[in-house]
């Protein structure tokens, strides 16, 4: 896998489209500019790595993508759907039924179990109880928990509970799957494994994009983007 | 039983402090000199001089009487709350009006100051007081069918009201200190559990658990007497406002809300205990884990 | 609503001794505003639902007064009932005497109330044992003074010793010297009734008006009282209207106007239980907003989570409003057993004040005050659950999920 310096991937509209999208943030004596002028598009079924320094704006670049911030200037196309025009109310939905997220720090509620973590957004999506179970089930299958599905977060390891907040994030699938460093709490060998899902996740049609410290996680992707001090390199 | 407002009142005794206005004019033999309370004379428009008729029925027959003067009475506290309208005459004529020949409600007695030799009883020249009670008590054993009080002891039969009022109030004290101590303990919980990250930094460092004890106890109670500070600050700029406005309603002097001293300390003392209790209960929790398991490692 | 009632009620199990502890609290806080709504305009219920039993709609005074209120008596009172009785819907207009007199039982001599009623009168009194004052008096029996049947209270019977069949003799004198300068009248007590204002300790007995007005040497014909019983007491206040207008010796009021007019004399009890009910509902709130907004600062990942998740701002924002609620709402049931239980002990307190009757409440539980006290409280809920919401509803989620990842 090699870097990609132009810094977009010619494609028919994919999922997801940053153009030109800069995001500065207004800091006490000088502005902080996190993005310079990115451009990047997604497709389905492709797993694309985001590698860089600390502070280089990748986590920055994957909130734009995901929706839960918007460009300072430039604009953000979800599905054909500009980001920069709509209210918060459609920006939730775009998020809830076609992005999912994965963070390092999984945020899974403590207080409900791997069945109930996963099956929240649904809840949300007013999906049938019935189907809900369905679902819940096959996807805590799918990523090797189907015997922990009572437990809660607390019962679970730092690898199990990654899996749990990847099927969470693919509950109600989506079009598009955002990680944030998924494996930086995670041990060597379970990192491999949670790579490996992802991995399997694009091939489903999903499209995966990942940012990531981890060189043998980036070497999964299909695609790898490179970024330093805000901008594509 | 009280007499209506058509009816008049009759209060023996120099009871009260009379308003001297201007001069009346003076008065016909067959129309009888009367002096009004001020709110008695304010609601009937009416001052010194002024005509009156007067019935203890609604239809009469009336009486002429003249307004003499205008005077403020004494307000007693069985009376706050009631709006009473007062009319004071001479005895002889309010019992002509009433039809009551020589009957009165009451009778009052100044007694002269005790003299004479001391009795052998005692030994002892007799005080104002053992003379008053010893009055009452061979006034009590006739068969005449009245009774007689001291002054002290009406007062104690008067006062029935408010000792229930102040029995009411400690009730609801009582209840007040049982919510706010649920409450203060209940913020002294949450602040404990905010501290159990530093608590897990200062005994990663090496910090004793004692030390974290103590600073815990100092926090916990230093909370308690702040909020106190700030409880009796605001209690009694209440006790002002709940004073001035009842006094203005009522039309009274009397103090219906004080801080005492005794409060002061109580509240304080209360609020520092609690406050410790509360931090003590916190720091057994939170040393009860690990360091570790303080930071949620 | 139903992921936000399913988390709110996850989070408030979270920590269930920290949810313990602030549930106890405003159950305390609770019971007291509970106590205070019983308080407002309790005396009031209890004495409306004790008028509304004795069945009169309308009651007549000498103008000024209140009943029993002081000697001031209605002149020709026969003469006005018979008049009210002439108006549609009036099934009866009855002429009431009161007064003090003393009771002398063989060497005893005790005070009394005593309440001269028209023979069989019902409603003044419920009879609990023996017979009721005949609906005639009956003749003289054989040469001597007539002994006329009366009624007595329970505290009679039960302080005195006083029981059916004994005879007593009623006197408006005090004294045994005095008394033989004035009327006395010996009579059998018939029957122990349930007299409805009676102070504690206070002896009653129920006699012939005509009897009551002889030993008080009153002139025949005038009463303390006139009470009205109506088909139709919706038209109560007409009347009393009616009444007032056509004599303008008296007042006239149905139970509402009375009851207006004794609750302008129940204006400390009223200011009371709003101040203090304003306090419980201020430590409420306090409680609350302290535990929510504690509660939402040690979630703010999870919050950011759910917004990324694809929960909009405004469901958020009521999620924390219904933990608020939620809270208040756990507390009801212990808010409500607390309170009734400390109003009974209040209540006992204030009826040992001289002059309150026995069988009226200062704290009366009704549906009107739990009502209120839910609705209080629980809008306390929602604006102790206010600040923190608003907390959430700024929450930028990108630099929140940045700041939980690296703290």
Known sequence: MTADPAARIAAPPGVVAAEAVTKVYPMPGRPVEALRGVTLAVERGTLLSIVGPSGCGKSTLLHLLGGVDRPTTGSVTILGHRTDGLGDAALARIRLRHVGFVFQRFFLLPMLTAEENVALPMMEARVPADERRRRTGALLERVGLGDRMRHRPGQLSGGEMQRVAIARAIANHPDLLLADEPTGELDEATGREVGALLRALSRDGLAVVLVTHNPDLAALADRQVRMRDGVLV | ?297 | ?407
């Open chain 3, 1 to 407: 609503m139903g992921p936000i009632l399913f988390l709110a009620a996850r989070t408030l199990v979270r920590v269930p001794a920290r949810t313990a502890l602030v549930v106890l609290g405003l159950s305390v806080t609770g019971a007291l505003l509970l106590d205070m709504t019983m308080l407002a305009g309790g005396l009031q219920a209890s004495l409306g639902s004790v008028l509304s039993r004795l069945g009169f709609a309308v009651r007549v005074v000498p103008r000024g007064t209140l009943p029993f209120s002081g000697d001031a008596e209605i002149a020709d009172a026969d003469r006005l009932a018979a008049a009210i009785e002439t108006q549609p819907g009036v099934t009866a207009a009855v002429p009431v005497v009161g007064a003090n007199l003393y009771v002398r039982r063989g060497g005893r001599r005790f005070p009394s109330f005593a309440l001269g009623v028209p023979s069989g009168t019902p409603g003044a009194y419920t009879l609990v044992a023996g017979a009721d004052l005949p609906a005639r008096p009956g003749p003289p029996s054989g040469g001597t003074a007539p002994v006329v049947p009366i009624v007595i209270n329970q505290n009679m019977a039960r302080l005195d010793g006083v029981r059916i069949g004994d005879r007593v003799v009623l006197s408006a004198a005090p004294g045994t010297i005095l008394q033989t300068f004035a009327a006395a009248q010996a009579c059998r007590v018939a029957g122990i009734a349930d007299f409805y204002f009676d102070l504690p300790a206070q002896r009653t007995v129920a006699l012939a008006g005509p009897v009551l007005r002889r030993l008080l040497d009153r002139p025949p014909g005038g009463a303390s009282l006139i009470l009205v019983r109506m088909t139709d007491p919706s038209r109560a206040d007409a009347l009393a209207r009616w009444i007032a207008g056509r004599d303008a010796r008296v007042d006239a009021f149905s139970i509402q106007e009375f009851l207006a007019r004794t609750g302008a004399r129940l204006t400390y009890f009223n200011q009371f239980s709003v101040i203090l009910g304003t306090m419980s509902a201020a430590v409420a709130f306090l409680l609350i907003a302290a535990i929510v907004t504690l509660s939402v600062g040690e979630r703010l990942g999870e919050i950011a989570m759910l917004r990324a998740m694809g929960f909009p701002r405004a469901r958020i924002v009521g999620l924390v409003l219904v933990e608020g609620v939620a809270l208040a709402a756990a507390a009801l049931p212990g808010a409500f057993l607390l309170g009734i239980a400390i109003a009974r002990h209040l209540d006992r307190i204030l009826l040992s004040a001289p002059g309150v009757p026995e069988n009226l409440h200062f704290f009366t539980f009704t549906a009107a005050a739990a009502v209120r006290t839910v609705g209080i409280l629980l809008a306390t809920g929602a604006l102790g659950g206010a600040y923190p919401a608003a907390v959430t509803a700024r929450l930028e989620v990108a630099p929140t999920l940045h700041r939980e990842v690296v703290s």
């Open chain 2, 1 to 297: 039983m009280r007499i209506g407002l058509v009816c008049a009142f009759l209060v023996l005794g120099g009871l009260s402090r009379i308003a001297v206005s201007r001069p009346a004019p003076a008065v016909p033999p067959d129309v009888w000199p009367v002096s009004l309370g001020e709110r008695a004379a304010h609601r009937l428009g009416v001052g010194p001089g002024d005509p009156l008729d007067l019935s203890v029925h609604p239809a009469g027959p009336w009486q002429p009487a003249r307004v003499a003067q205008v005077y403020r009475p004494v307000r007693y506290p069985t009376e706050v709350g009631r709006e009473p309208l007062e009319i004071r005459l001479h005895l002889p004529d309010l019992q002509t009006l009433a039809g009551r020949g020589d009957e009165a409600d009451s009778i009052v007695i100044r007694l002269r100051p005790p003299g004479g030799p001391a009795p052998a009883r005692t030994g002892r020249a007799a005080t104002a007081g053992e003379a008053t009670a010893e009055v009452v008590t061979r006034l009590n054993a006739s068969s005449l069918g009245f009774r007689a009080y001291t002054s002290a002891e009406l007062a104690a039969r008067n006062s029935g009201p408010f000792e229930v009022i102040a029995r009411f109030h400690r009730a609801i004290g009582a209840v007040t200190v049982l919510a706010s101590s649920v409450f203060l303990v209940a913020i002294m919980t949450l602040r404990g559990e905010e501290l159990r990250r530093q608590v897990g930094v200062m005994r990663l460092i090496g910090v004793s658990p004692r030390t974290v004890v103590g600073t815990v106890l100092v926090i916990a109670a230093g909370v308690a007497l702040l909020g106190s500070a700030i409880g009796i600050g605001l209690g009694y700029l209440l006790s002002l406002a709940i004073n001035a406005y009842y006094r203005s309603l009522f039309d009274t002097d009397l103090v219906f809300s004080r801080v005492t001293p005794r409060l002061l300390e109580t509240s304080a003392g209360v609020s520092a205990l609690l406050g410790i209790a509360a931090g003590a209960v916190t720091a057994w929790r939170v040393l009860r884990r690990g360091p570790l398991e303080q930071l949620g490692r």
